[in-house]
């Protein structure tokens, strides 16, 4: 192999320190790649693949220089570094080798510009562990947020879940089931070492410390320049908020649908009315972080109500927030270094809002606490609209950033400008009458400045020496000449221009400088325009959908009266949707649900966790009463997945999510239990699913939710006080199934599983030939197994399936824990109805009701 030309040397020199990244080298108007990295980039990027020269057959791809930024933001995209090298010399003034050095180190965790999502924050997280004791520091680099927490390795995993990292890095190699779990959030797990020391981490407790200075360190050297954009350290308490687990972010489908892997059927897609990035950058934080603090939700509760009151106020200050752009990351960008004219422009006209939403707020202050905190911030607003363009240009480098007046300088250059270039048109004027030329043009380029053209046509009737013209430049159909005095105005108007835009350039850089001072005011008002614009989109939507305002519960009392699923509604018609009722307190606090599948027994169970979330977010609920407790945590076990990354199967992950919530739960948290046991053996399974019953009421006392289709569980309400049996509604009508979807008192009597698989419609000798089975199952009946009772109940059932296991037509048992039957105040019942005043579904629901209460 030859020996590689001086560029290529400094190519490979740059590479080896940034072996992780993809090296845009910046060759002339392209950024090049080389060897692997040309391989990668040509294979993700589509474009063409090729070799620097026939002699060193080096595989290399490029992209243009003024179009880098769509494909450097695609390799983001893709989980990919890239490394920005540019040429530190002008090629034209330099002899020998261009310096060169990486500028900045683009990750998915460091992003500025537009390359992120205005609607989401852009996250780069750090976990630090320290013994057992993980530390979690995060930073959005575009806003300039930085916060820190310390948990142990559960909560770290669900904080991190809810903070949602585009890229994480670590202090060391964590176990491999934690780096897992990273894996599914991001493709970017980076260990990074270093020993720098940051001022602003000054104030922190010494055990936060180190993990603060890691992350700074990892920005400092990706970003390449001090840190002023990154703000002070908040440390805060991953327990200060309801405490949603990995689940049930999943299984609630909170900001991310489980199938698709989108917004659209979550609850943050219900939340669409918000009109600023911030507000809904902030919303879904709101979601996934709920209060537990009775005083700030009903705060929250409150303006709420005030703006479901004052339509004209909340109608006035959306028309407002309409105008405001994202001030947060305008602020970043300012203290970042990369502002532009157009973003101070964007800047200000967010400004001009801020007067006008102080003054809708201000008659309410004295009646609702929370709406003060917006101040207008005029004095930055009158620098901005005295200073900058209305519509500036892209580049700060160009000119036209200013207006006239601004300053005295810039407006003698501008002059210098403008009268030149009048002075050019009158001597183009002056030029044509005196040659007789009518053609005669003056013109300019880069490459000849300022010159006089005349056709060869022309030329042969004039002699060019007797006006003064010296020849410039020879084309094909025409001459170019120059004179003394067109020399001089050119050297008067290009020196005036060049003049300008340096000066427009060193001045630009000045009013960002004053622009800073601001910044910590300005991100103040930002957050709070965003709290505001949160509460308003809460209020905007309880409007549309006829939300209630909920009640905090001092009593520890789950009461709630018609509620909704707040998703499942919108895809329905209003009066389609069945709503339905929840009630449990401290002596009943287990519901046990049976019901046939797609009666919607997991649609109700979602919808009461979903209520209380909405209620501790601070927003009104879709029910027409709702009284509810302050829940700590919701954990959840709902619907059928196995997690192929960890190699765990679909019971698995059942057996973990239900371990999660039987550890962690307590008496103030809601548990959501759906069929529970069904990945095993139907006797395992039963037998899991009632000691996780008995458990969650002799130990935990969380309000529970238990949906299930072992009917042999009815029974547990004889032993256990604070469980009830409900169902969900269905009836049987000429061989069809109608699903009433409204929960009723006791438990149901079949699951109508067969009628299920004949609405999938299954073919008709397997439907037959189940009916036949399950005839012969039911007749089939062992009732002496009761896994309610004693132990030796339990002893005598396990006698009888050994003895029914060397049974050599064994069939599934059916279970009766109904009693003796008592029929006579269901008949008096059904004497006193009075048929003709009911409704057909009034009818079937009484009927139901009538035929579970027979024994």
Not at 79 to 90: L, S, T, W
Not at 115 to 135: F, G, H, P, Q, R
Not at 681 to 693: F, N, P
Request: glycine residues 4%; hydrophobic residues 35%.
């Amino acid at each position: 192999m030859s020996k590689p030309t001086p560029m290529m040397t400094q190519y490979l020199e740059m590479k080896e320190q940034y072996k992780d990244a993809i090296l845009f080298f910046r060759l002339g108007d392209f950024y090049e790649m080389f060897y692997d990295d040309a391989i990668l980039a040509a294979k993700e990027l589509e474009i063409t693949l090729t070799r620097r020269d026939k002699k060193n057959a080096i595989p290399m791809c490029g992209v243009p220089h003024h179009s880098s930024k769509g494909y450097i933001e695609r390799l983001i995209e893709k989980g990919y570094k890239v490394a920005i090298a540019e040429q530190m010399e002008d090629p034209k003034q330099t002899k020998g080798m261009v310096k060169r050095e990486v500028v900045q180190i683009i990750t998915p965790g460091t992003v500025m510009d537009d390359m992120i999502s205005e609607n989401e924050s852009n996250y780069l997280a750090c976990v630090y562990k320290d013994e057992e004791t993980y530390i979690i520091t995060y930073s959005d680099v575009s806003t300039g947020e930085l916060k820190v927490t310390s948990c142990d390795e559960t909560t770290m995993l669900n904080e991190l879940s809810s903070i949602a990292p585009k890229e994480i890095i670590t202090n060391v190699n964590l176990p491999n089931h934690i780096d897992q779990h990273f894996k599914l959030m991001t493709t970017i797990v980076t260990v990074f070492e270093s020993d720098k020391n940051f001022d602003k981490v000054s104030d922190l407790k010494e055990s936060l410390q180190p993990a603060v200075n890691l992350l700074l360190s990892y920005i400092s050297e990706t970003q390449m320049r001090a840190l002023d954009h990154i703000d002070q350290p908040v440390e805060y308490a991953a327990l200060s908020h309801m405490r949603l687990d990995m689940y049930a972010k999943r299984n609630l489908e909170l900001t991310e649908s489980i199938r698709l892997k989108t917004k659209k059927g979550t609850l943050l897609s219900i939340f669409n009315q918000c009109k600023t990035p911030m507000g809904n950058r902030k919303l879904k934080e709101w979601i996934e972080r709920p209060l537990v603090h009775k005083s700030q939700i009903e705060e929250r509760l409150s303006i709420v109500r005030l703006f479901n009151d004052e339509f004209i106020l909340r109608h006035n200050l959306r028309e407002a927030l309409t105008h405001v752009y994202d001030m947060e990351r305008l602020a970043g960008r300012v203290q970042f270094g990369n502002v532009n004219a157009k973003d101070l422009i964007q800047l200000k006209y967010s400004l001009e809002q801020l007067p006008r939403i102080n003054e809708l707020l201000s008659p309410y202050r004295n009646i609702v606490e929370g709406l003060d905190g917006i101040q207008s911030l005029a004095p930055l607003y009158e620098l901005l609209e005295t200073s900058i363009m209305d519509e500036p240009p892209a580049t700060i480098k160009e000119g036209g950033i200013f207006k006239d007046g601004f300053n005295q300088q810039l407006d003698y250059f501008r002059h210098a400008q403008r009268n030149g270039k009048t002075w050019l048109t009158e001597l183009q004027a002056k030029e044509r009458e005196r040659t007789g030329i009518k053609s005669l043009k003056i013109s300019f380029n880069k490459v000849f400045g300022y010159y006089i053209e005349i056709s060869k046509a022309n030329l042969v009737n004039i002699d060019v020496e007797q006006y003064g013209y010296d020849r410039k430049q020879t084309l094909s159909n025409a001459e170019r000449f120059i004179t003394e005095e067109l020399k001089e105005k050119e050297a008067l108007i290009l020196g005036a221009e060049e003049k300008a835009i340096d000066f427009e350039y060193d001045a630009f850089i000045q009013l960002r400088e004053q622009v800073k001072t601001y910044i910590p005011n300005l991100k103040r008002q930002a957050k709070r325009i965003a709290e505001l614009d949160c509460l308003q989109n809460f209020s905007e939507v309880a409007t549309n959908n006829d939300y209630t305002e909920p009640k905090i519960s001092d009593r520890r009392l789950l009461e709630i009266k018609d509620a909704r699923h707040p998703v499942v509604e919108q895809v329905m018609e209003r009066d389609q949707y069945v709503p339905n009722d929840c009630s449990l307190n401290d002596s009943g606090f287990i519901y046990l649900i049976t019901g046939p599948n797609m009666s919607g027994k997991s649609t109700y169970m979602r919808q009461v966790a979903l209520i209380s979330i909405m209620a501790q977010m601070g927003s009104f609920v879709p029910a027409s009463y709702a009284e509810l407790p302050i829940f700590d945590q919701i954990f959840t076990r709902i619907g059928a997945a196995d997690d192929l990354v960890s190699g765990q199967s679909t019971f698995m992950v059942e057996m973990l999510e239900a371990r999660n919530a039987l550890i962690n739960a307590t008496e103030n948290s809601l548990i959501i239990f759906d069929e529970i046991g069904r990945g095993t053996s139907t006797y395992d399974g039963l037998a899991l699913a009632q000691s996780m019953i008995e458990y969650v009421h002799n130990h935990i006392g969380a309000k529970t939710l238990f949906s299930t289709h072992y009917h042999e569980l009815v029974g547990l309400d004889a032993s256990l006080d604070g469980l009830s049996n409900i169902h969900v509604a269905a009836k049987e009508y000429n061989g069809e199934l109608i699903f009433l979807h409204k929960i009723m008192p006791g438990a149901v009597e079949n699951s109508y599983g067969i009628h299920v698989a004949k609405l999938a419609s299954l073919p008709d000798e397997i439907i037959n030939r189940a009916d036949h089975l399950l005839e012969s199952f039911e007749n089939y009946s062992i009732k002496e197994l009761n896994f309610v009772n004693k132990d030796e109940n339990i002893n005598k059932t396990q006698d009888n399936i050994e003895k029914n296991e060397r049974t050599q037509d064994l069939v599934q048992p059916s279970f009766d824990l109904f009693g003796e039957s008592n029929d006579t105040a269901v008949i008096e019942e059904l004497k006193s109805l009075t048929i003709e005043s009911m409704t057909p579904i009034e009818a079937l629901l009484k009927l139901q009701e009538l035929k579970s209460q027979i024994k």
